[in-house]
């Protein structure tokens, strides 16, 4: 069966230290990769994506992601944590892969991120 | 973000009632979304709509019952709603369904309570 997986539910991390979510998939194909977050009383929010090419794709917010193929991973980085990055973070993978023909997204269970100042 | 809008933020509704969801999105997209998102649980694709057309019904109960004028409106008309029916309901858009290397944009979401 087609996954997301997001092994942890929570991950603390002190303020100016680094961070790393994690995720790891299982789907056929070559499938595009990305990461949301959401804010309390919010919805997603789009942060990176990972189509082809370099394996390490920049986002907003400072946020970035490597992508390993051989380990079906798409961890979630970002060099110093801010208390503001407090939030959900959903990795989300699209079934479509190189020229599909559907934008369907398949969810991890989410990460909660908590920066203590 | 003010792309995709949705409408009422916040709905109670006994479990006889009917009433209805609405989407707007204002980005020019073709395709649009609803989910449900539970807690503890990865957020459920329920239907996709692309130029109006639904393409994608994920094995959702009849209760629920979506309606797409057109490619900036959705909505999500639901009656006789059980009480697991309870979660938050996201609306996004996407430049279309094709390629799939597009990002969804989302709406806030209705926070749904049935009693």
């Known amino acids: 069966a087609q996954s997301v997986a997001q092994p942890e539910d929570q991950v603390n991390v002190a303020e100016g230290n680094p961070l790393t979510v994690k995720c790891t998939y299982s789907?056929?194909?070559?499938?595009?990769l990305f990461w949301y977050v959401q804010y309390p009383n919010r919805g997603l929010q789009f942060l990176l994506k990972y189509i082809t090419g370099d394996n390490l794709v920049k986002g907003s917010y400072g946020f970035e992601a490597e992508f390993n193929k051989s380990q079906t991973s798409f961890h979630l980085k970002k060099p110093s944590a801010l208390v503001s990055d407090s939030a959900l973070y959903f990795c989300?993978?699209?079934?479509?892969?190189?020229?599909?023909?559907?934008?369907?997204?398949?969810f991890g269970t989410g990460t909660l991120l908590a920066v203590q100042p | 973000e003010t792309g995709v809008t949705q409408t009422p933020r916040h709905l109670v509704m006994g479990m006889t009632n009917k009433k209805s969801l609405k989407c707007e999105q204002h980005l020019g997209h073709n395709a649009m979304y609803w989910y449900k998102q539970s807690a503890k649980k990865p957020l459920e694709l329920m239907f996709v709509?692309?130029?109006?057309?639904?393409?994608e019904n994920n094995s959702v109960p009849s209760r629920f019952s979506p309606e797409c004028p057109n490619s900036s409106h959705l909505f999500l008309h639901l009656h006789t709603l059980q009480p697991e029916d309870s979660a938050l309901y996201l609306c996004?858009?996407?430049?279309?369904?094709?390629?799939?290397?597009?990002?969804?944009?989302f709406g806030d979401g209705t926070r749904l309570s049935i009693l």
């Open positions: 996004a858009s996407s430049q279309g369904v094709g390629g799939g290397n597009q990002p969804q944009h």
């Open positions: 789907v056929s194909g070559n499938p595009y």
């Open positions: 709509y692309n130029f109006k057309e639904q393409t």
């Open positions: 989300a993978v699209n079934l479509g892969g190189y020229g599909g023909a559907t934008n369907k997204l398949i």
